[in-house]
Structure formats: C-alpha cells, structure tokens
C-alpha cells in the first residue's frame, strides 16, 4: 500500500495506475476508521480495479462553535486497517497542500445543502463540496464511494459532481450498524457506557415512527411521539424530519410519492448522533 503525503507523490501514483488501465476507486475520509469505512473500502473494490483512501481531516467543514482539535485521530491504526482491508493507496495531504495560503476558490451546492445538517452546522456543506471537488480532482478517480449514514451529505457530493461534470460516479453504501441497531460513527468512541447503552434508541424510535407513518398515521404525531420519547431517556433532539430523498424537501403535512427517508440529529452528553432510514 503506497502512502502518499504531497501532490506529486499522489499524480505519479494515480497515473502509474491508469497507464496500467486501472480505474480507480476514492474512499473520502477524516480517519478514525471504523468498521462502516472498511465496508466503503469493500463497495469500492467491488466497482474498480484500484482503491484509494483519503485522509483528511478538513478544516473548511468545522463550524465555527465546532472544536476540530477533538475530532479523534489515529494514523497507526488507521493505515494498519487500511492495509488489511487491501487498499492500494492513501492520500494524506497536509492542510497546506489543500489550501495553500492565497486559496480562495470554495463550493456552494445550492438546495440539498438547505435545512438539516446545513442549519446546525453552517459552513459544514460548503468545506465538504469544496474539499471533495478537490479530491475527485486530485485522484482523477472513477469512483467514489460514501456511506449512507450522512445522508445529506451523500445527495450534496452528488449534485456537486453532477453539476460541474466531474467525471466520476458516486456510490452510495447502506449505513453499517452495531449489532443493536445504533449506526457506526468515529464520534461513538466518546460516548460513555451509559450513554452507549441509551444510544441504540434513535435507531430505534425512527423505525418506529417510519413504521407508524407507512401504517398511514400522520407524519407529525408519529415525528412528535418519538421526539418525546427521546426527550424521556435523555436525548437532546435537533430534528427528525420524513424528507424526499433526494432533494432533502420536507413532507410534513403528506406522504411523497417517490423515495422518502426519514432524518434525525440528537444529541446524547457531548455525542451528536445522526442516523436515516428509508421509509417505504
Ligand atoms: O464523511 C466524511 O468523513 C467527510 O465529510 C468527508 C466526505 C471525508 C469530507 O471531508
């Protein structure tokens, strides 16, 4: 596994590659690798010949109330996992290498970017579009693959790749989940035992209230039955939200026709939690 840490390391390393007629599979991530990155790792050798992991931790998407200093790291363990999941190559660029002093180039994805995540976290959408338009471009990847679990974030990559012709194609992968149903995320680790023992519930009141809505109750007595819920077992809830898929629209009065999902974001001690799931 080749670890390149500048710009002409990554270009020699990404052309040796394609002049071998190896299409190339990106997997974007900040480290702290877990089990949903390695599944990422597995999607995207199953779509191409080669792949490549970033890591990045990326200064642009931290909003300003966001401590990016306790964003966890572990480079060791991560290019040991790395390794063994069988990838053929990582980015690790410094900060400098991805905005040089005098960068002033950044994206704004109008749309799937509004509401959500892009409320709670202003700023949030703009450094991931701009720092994975700058990846895509770097590796000159065919593919690249995001998990489900940040849903919003998936149809933003999507509608930025689509709406500057980066010739490169998304790939979606299903959320992977510990065993009692609380989705994988690097921030799980600063949960306390307790806290880890209550967080399972999210999951939990969402497949409730998906189900109740599909059943034909209202969005809004099924949304707020299990808001309180979460308020009982000592979640701070942000929002859940049934949303056309793709456009991340609200369908708060009416059931929509084409694929819904159904967000929440909730806090848990010092842990934001969020997780989606389909509906229908
Ligand atoms: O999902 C993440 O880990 C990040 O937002 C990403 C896509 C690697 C961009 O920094």
């Known amino acids: 596994m080749l670890v390149c840490r500048d710009l002409p ?3 020699t390393a990404t052309a040796t590659l394609r002049d071998a007629g ?9 480290g702290a690798l877990h089990a949903g990155h390695i599944e990422l790792v597995a999607a995207a050798r199953r779509a191409a010949d080669a792949v490549a992991a970033s890591i990045f931790v990326n200064p642009l998407q931290f909003a300003a109330t966001e401590d990016m200093s306790r964003y966890p790291r572990d480079e060791d363990g991560d290019l040991a996992k790395l390794r063994a999941a069988g990838c053929d190559l990582v980015w690790m660029p410094p900060v400098d290498a991805m905005y040089p002093p005098g960068a002033a180039t950044v994206i704004d994805v109008a749309g799937p970017s509004a509401g959500w995540e892009g409320d709670a976290r202003p700023g949030h959408f703009r450094g991931v579009a701009t720092v994975c338009a700058k990846l895509f471009l770097q590796t000159g990847a065919a593919v ?24 490169i194609r998304i790939l979606p992968v299903q959320t992977v989940r510990e065993a009692d149903g609380l989705a994988m995320s690097s921030r799980n680790r600063f949960l306390t035992d307790a806290e880890r023992a209550t967080a399972p519930r999210l999951h939990a009141a969402m497949m409730r209230a998906a189900a109740e809505i599909l059943a034909g109750a209202s969005v809004a007595a099924s949304v707020d039955t299990a808001l309180s819920g979460l308020r009982g077992a000592g979640f701070a809830p942000d929002y859940m939200a049934l949303v056309e898929a793709e456009t991340l629209r609200p369908l708060d009065a009416r059931r929509g026709d084409g694929p819904m999902r159904l967000l929440a974001a909730a806090r848990l001690g010092s842990v934001r939690l969020l997780d989606n799931i389909a509906v229908g």
């Open 9 to 11: 390391a990554l270009r």
């Open 22 to 30: 190896r299409r190339l599979a990106l997997v974007p991530t900040m």
């Open 144 to 167: 690249a693959a995001f998990g489900e679990k940040d849903w919003q974030q998936l149809q933003v990559v999507t509608r930025m790749a689509r709406d500057l012709d980066i010739p």
